[in-house]
């Protein structure tokens, strides 16, 4: 069961349609009901290892659907702490709930700043209006 | 239906194997097989009943109109078919000594010749065995080319528009070279002024479908011939398309440096169901040294193979190439002779005459002449109405069509690209117009009808979603048991009855 | 042209509806300077009858009825005619690729039945649909280890079909990959050498029976690669493997080969297929097309291709291939012989093709002739020292009407004097008795 378009406002964005709940000095990432709505339900996702460096705005992983592959951007620098093996075995807990059981990586970052250089819910509306 | 394993009963033989009274060699024990392979065992009639079977439940250009755009699907004429059979191309072994394969290579050869003269390039490499690989050999002549020149190393960038075929980038992946995307303008044609900040003396050529998968000639092939040749680049051609302009406009004369030919489009060898295919190139003479080996060459009345080619790429594929492709293209090109204008002609008269009638019905992208095929939008019926290409495609299969090519150029939303090729009559068009016409009208008053069809072939609209998550990609006979003697029991139940 | 429905009629009601005055005006989008001006300078058109004889004159120059001892990698193996009557059916024959699944179920299920049958043959879990030939899957197999590994060096035995291996290194500068060949001694490869060259390796590419028709020690060859983490990847012979083991029952992690030998004629090299099959970890990385099984609408089973993200027309420059036509049509005919031969037909084509070739090494011995590898085991296949240059030995023979093999110094120097004779379930013992008296 999809579900339906929300973009909760605690969240940092990335223009990439990606998101990011910062902890502290960790972070757990994820995409919006956009993007999972423009793929459609997913088939497949392709985690990056627990261990490795992921870079702001570089991709870390993919996702797939039937008949569209996207890359996953990260919003932020940092180390792979965890892989949500959930959506790894079942990929389509995106479409259910992308800011909830569907994160994910969650990482621990290596730089505070970027965090300033992402979108508040506010200004990632605009980007989605420019997309529309 | 059944699968064929499904229907294998123990103890079935289809054929017999010669068994000569000689002593059979052991094979060393650890080399030989312990389990035998499931293969299906069944009598020789009913292997040829499931294939029959299977037939029935598939749709070739021969069951009816096929529209699938970038394919060209045109008929295959039936006489290919036997005089490809003949023993003395079928039984013909490629290795043979040259003298035992004199008709063999006298038929490539006059095949190059009209390949030379249809493109208007030098010379020929019949030795890919399909498009994409013509690509790839093609990209491979672009290293060899600038390495003998030492620049190689410097020109590492191809440049493809955002039209263009799927083969094109991966391509270029494979032949290790990096890609630049450029644009396409308002009109469809390589948007020239991305193009000039995208080609520089890094750049290793252009690849270009054209016509594009849009259908349209781009107005701007000079300019963009100058801008390349300028660069000291290469101009590859994605000959897919070919079948708009046989005898009109030669991709040579365009300035391509390197043509690929799809046989199994443009000169009608028949697709087979996905394969097989032919893509031999055509090179300008610069790029003459470098081609695979071996090359087929003529010494006054006899021909040959020729290896000793010092600067070759290597060989893409083996042997020549795919012969039995080269019998039925060539008869394909001596049945039209010169005629093979005429047949790009009434490619494209066909192909614009479907557009006129259709383009008030769906969107236009770019509302021009097209070519051989073009490219409409079912973006308003799925503003309106919720319906996709993807229903108006699947709806058509009740009308008895194959339905166009879908999604297909990404830059257009919802495309639907019909082409239609030169061997329909214009009855069979009228009647696909009508077609076309019914299903808007159908997309207002009932869309749910369209949702879910198609509704009058075997099977329903098919769940790709399942399929890709669990991925089940052979017959899993564990999950199957054989039932022995499933039939007769059957036999007995019926008697009983 | 008979091909063509369009009348003058037509034509003019078309070009009215278009709106245009002419067919010419049809194509005013291309610049004046790139029109062609003249008529194609091509022979000129025949009707259907002489064409026909004119490709007849063509195939009557071609030589096709001497004794046929050739191989080396295509073989004159029988073609049943059931397989001739399934190919010329028009709803497969003239069908695309099946893009559709709803049109194209026919085509869809045989392929995924050629799957089966491939995995069957090989050990394997998964097949694509097929690829081009023999060598270009060997170039596929190289790609996809190169990426499941992150390695770039590539170990193939010299043993290895020559044409596959000319193919492979031709691939190679663009994948980014360098090429290792291990020597062959005294026609099979050492497992020690291969153990020593896979270091570092993403893959060891091996021949079984190898391009001598020598049995390798495969099971050893495939255990040394995977000692080194290089993936074992065998070439073999569909028609071998109702006597010989499966690649995926020692251990190889993709089987691959030419497929022509089950089912298709020879004609001078092609069409044909290749057939490539893996264990499943590396599905994800396969080239290709592939079908798998779901369910439609009405919770019927069907078919449709699958993981198609892999492919280029999805993944585009990341894609795991270029390619797309494939050779369906070929693979639906070594579907269509292997269903009729049956797991018991295979093992006894595999039986008479070794007892052939062993009455057939006793005869050219009796005759005086030496084995070029007197100690190895042979499948259909096997090199012969004629005393002579091979070819020459070749020229005398074929006076006699038997095509007497492959001269091998045309790919091994050292091995000048040299004929590769290869021997089906066609040949007879009459044929082999000729062949032996025309090379004495």
Redesign the interface.
Known sequence: MAASESYPDDLLYHPEHDWARIDGDEAVLGVTWYAQDALG?L??YEPPSVGATVSKDASYGEV??????SDLISPLTGEVLEVNEKVVDA??TVNEDPYGDGWLIRIRMTSQDERDQLLALADYRKVLDDEA | MKLIYEKSQSGRRGIGVPTPNLPVPEVPAHLARREPPRLPELAEPEVLRHFTALSTRNFGIDTGFYPLGSCTMKYNPRINERVVGLPGFAQLHPLVEDDAAQGALELEWQLQEILREVTGLDAISLQPAAGSQGELTGLMLFHAYFADKGEDSERTKIVIPDTAHGTNPASVTMAGYELTPVKTDARGNIDVEDLRGKVDEHTAGLMLTNPSTLGLFDENIEEIERIFHGAGALMYYDGANLNAVCGISRPGDMGFDVVHINLHKTFSQPHGGGGPGGGPIAVRGILEPFLPTPVVARDGATFRLDYNRPKTIGKVRAFSGPFGVFVRSYAFMRSYGPALREMSEVAVLNANYLLARLKDAYEVPFDRLCMHEFVLSARALKREHGVSALDVAKRLMDYGYHPPTIYFPLIVPEALMIEPTESEAKETLDAFVDAMLAIVGEAAEDPELLHSAPHGRPVRRLDEVRAAKQPVVRFRFEDHPVEQGAGDRQLEAQKGA | MSYLSVTDADREAMLAAIGVSSVDELFRDIPTGMRFGRELDVPPALTEAELQRHLEELAAKNVVDEVCFLGAGIYDHYVPAVVDAVLQRGELLTAYTPYQPEMSQGVLQAIFEYQTAICELTGMDVSNASGYDGTTVAADACFVAKHATGRSKIVVTEATNPQVRQVVKTYAPGFGLEIVEVPHEGGATDPDRVREAARDAAAVIFQQPNFFGVLENAPELAAAANEAQAMPIAHVDPVSLGVLEAPGNYGCAMAIGEGQSAGNAMSYGGPHYGFLAARSDYIRRLPGRIVGETVDAAGERGYVLTLQTREQHIRREKATSNITTNQTLLALAGLVHLSLLGPQGLRELGETCLALAQYAKDALTGAGLELVFPEQATFKEFAVRTGRNGREALARARAKGVYAGYPLGRDYPQLDDALLVAVTEKRTVEEIDRLAEALS
């Open positions: 339900e088939v497949h797939e659907s039937v008949k569209a592959v990929p389509e």
